[in-house]
T-cell receptor, first 114, second 113 residues
């Protein structure tokens, strides 16, 4: 079965510190894409970062990086130098070569405090 | 600026009403999707469409139908709204292919009373 698991319902981090949001997945398909989205309280889903299953290097986008450990089937999001504006829900998602559907985890609520 | 537009941000409807949620994208994307989002359950796929007039059921299609008469527009229909359909509804579109993520609309928060 194809599944995404985010085990942290909520996380707290102090401003300027780094934080890691966990994501594990389950699939037997060799080709897939992993995505992270941010959802502020306003509700829109904002794309953050993408990692392909065949990519050799971890993806980075500014302060966001993806710690991809294929053998462990994990794709953790690392946010460096947290900002107050990073407070939001974060969703991990996975997409497969044989389907156009994106499967989402249940999300992690991150709160950044001063 | 490319985008996905959902017609209503907030909607309140009565039980038994027929409800239409509209979604329009301007990116010429083949795929369009409707999700509902509930606390603790994440996003669950209701229906998706990979071409005009084509549709496929997602994980929770019961109580919903969809229409895609034009490439840019994908409508979600609640035939007879019920209180358990109170939720946040998110529309998204994408190109085909595993490397492409989705572009989402800003969501419609539907309350059925």
């Amino acid at each position: 079965a194809q599944k995404i698991t985010q085990t942290q319902p909520g996380m707290f981090v102090q401003e300027k510190e780094a934080v890691t949001l966990d994501c594990t997945y389950d699939t037997s398909d060799p080709s897939y894409g992993l995505f992270w989205y941010k959802q502020p309280s306003s509700g829109e889903m904002i794309f953050l970062i993408y990692q392909g299953s065949y990519d050799q290097q971890n993806a980075t986008e500014g302060r966001y990086s993806l710690n991809f450990q294929k053998a462990r089937k994990s794709a953790n999001l690392v946010i460096s130098a947290s900002q107050l504006g990073d407070s939001a829900m974060y969703f991990c998602a996975m997409r497969f070569d044989n389907t156009d559907k994106l499967i989402f985890g249940t999300g992690t609520r991150l709160q950044v405090f001063p | 600026d490319v985008k996905v537009t959902q017609s209503s941000r907030y909607l309140v409807k009565r039980t038994g009403e027929k409800v239409f949620l509209e979604c329009v994208q301007d990116m010429d994307h083949e795929n369009m999707f409707w999700y509902r989002q509930d606390p603790g359950l994440g996003l669950r796929l209701i229906y998706f469409s990979y071409d005009v007039k084509m549709k496929e059921k997602g994980d929770i299609p019961e109580g919903y139908s969809v229409s895609r008469e034009k490439k840019e527009r994908f409508s979600l229909i609640l035939e007879s709204a019920s209180t358990n359909q109170t939720s946040m509804y998110l529309c998204a579109s994408s190109l085909r292919g595993v490397v492409y993520g989705y572009t989402f609309g800003s969501g419609t928060r539907l309350t059925v009373v």
